[in-house]
């Protein structure tokens, strides 16, 4: 599904020279490399501020303990999601509310958001899924009617751009907080764990700061219960390598895209990705939908050597450890249909021409 080890050796004298200048230098945790990397992607962003952490996880987590939540508050998001996104919700003894998705888009139906807010709704979690946005501009509009915070699950989508109003700006950036997950598979991807929260406001950021801080501003005093989630110098410096090449990467990307748009957008049974005119696509997945038999497609590719994967066979109100929220079956008809017929082809920056034609030819004949 990735090519890893291509794009490093690509790099390979970059970041080799930042992994010994850490290792020379022996600061291993925060240090200067953490704080320039931080600097960067806040920069990149169009962010006031950034602050690594150990995780995408520890990310969303972070910023939901930063808005002072109390336990029963409700957060409305998505259950067509990697579970990180919900977990963290109902660890902290808050109330995960679904919202059925866009079944063009696979992420959360702003048109139905309204009809899921109560007394007790405190913040709307959009996750930018597969490398693609929310709409925003409409989320924020609801979310300031009802004076919500807003969180952005921005791990699939670093340097995609959403129209909020008439004005363009990168996802992450739009609500109260964005987060990031930077697993190696990712478009900006570490060679370990790594995530990062930006935000605009100077409270936000100083108050998530102390609380991956342990809960302190200052050594051995603690203002409020917090965790230990820290990127380490050696994740940030190569982080602070790939990100120069992250525009180029999500380029390739949207050119190998294309290359399987053409030849697939007429396939009976297959529905290529939507692309929504309020967002860009950075197609950190490229997500088709099957009609038919999408399993035994799976498999006849994989008997060709041809990986591909299902994001997500299972919505999470479906799943044992949410039963407890009381969803059933049917309640979100678009999500659990999407289970059944999502299949993400290879996507990576190294894909070249010959292995998307192996690919497509392949894709094509099982489906004849």
């Known amino acids: 599904m990735v090519d890893l080890v291509s794009q490093y050796t690509a790099i390979k004298q970059e970041i080799d020279q930042e992994i010994q200048n850490v290792i020379n230098s022996s600061i291993y945790i925060n240090g200067p490399k953490v704080g320039e ?4 992607l806040a920069g990149y962003v169009e962010s006031k501020y950034a602050l690594g952490c150990g995780n995408g996880t520890d990310a969303i987590q972070i910023a939901l303990m ?14 067509f999601t990697f579970v990180a996104t919900v977990e963290v919700i109902s660890l902290l003894g808050l109330v995960p509310k679904f919202v059925d998705i866009d079944p063009q888009t696979f992420n959360l ?9 109560t007394d007790r709704t405190r913040v709307i979690l959009p996750v930018h899924l597969f490398g693609q946005a929310t709409e925003m501009s409409r989320l924020m509009t609801i979310a300031n009617k009802h004076n919500l915070s807003v969180i ?31 697993f190696p598979s990712k478009n900006l991807g570490c060679y370990g764990d790594g995530g990062a929260i930006v935000a605009n406001k100077e409270e936000h950021y100083t108050r998530a700061k102390m609380i991956a801080k342990h809960g302190s501003k200052l050594k051995y ?16 410096a190569i982080l602070d390598v790939k990100l120069q090449y992250l525009d180029d990467y999500i380029q390739r990307r949207q050119h190998a895209a294309e290359i399987y748009d ?20 950075v197609f950190h997945q490229y997500t088709l939908r099957v009609n038919a038999n999408r399993d035994k497609l799976k498999e006849d590719l994989a008997a060709q050597g041809i990986p591909s994967m299902i994001y997500y066979p299972k919505a999470l109100h479906l ?26 082809l290879p996507m990576h920056t190294e894909l070249s021409i010959d292995q998307q034609n192996f690919i497509i030819d392949n894709l094509i004949n099982n489906l004849a």
């Open 319 to 344: 799943q044992p450890a949410y039963q407890y929220l009381g969803y059933k079956e049917g309640d979100f008809p678009h999500a659990e249909l999407a289970c059944k017929e999502v299949l993400s």
């Open 37 to 40: 990397f931080a600097c960067n």
């Open 152 to 182: 952005e699950d921005n791990a699939q989508s670093i340097g995609c751009d959403v129209k909020v109003g008439e004005k363009w700006q990168k996802t992450a950036t739009v609500g109260d907080f964005g987060t990031f997950s930077f």
């Open 262 to 281: 053409t030849s697939l957008a007429e396939i009976e049974g297959v529905t290529i990705p939507h692309r929504a005119d309020y967002s860009t696509h």
């Open 109 to 117: 139906d702003v048109s139905q958001l309204e009809d899921v807010i």
């Open 221 to 236: 005093h603690y203002d409020v219960i917090g965790i230990n989630s820290r990127l380490d110098a050696m994740q940030a």
């Open 66 to 79: 930063a808005l002072d939540l109390q336990p029963g508050d409700e957060v409305i998001t998505t259950p």
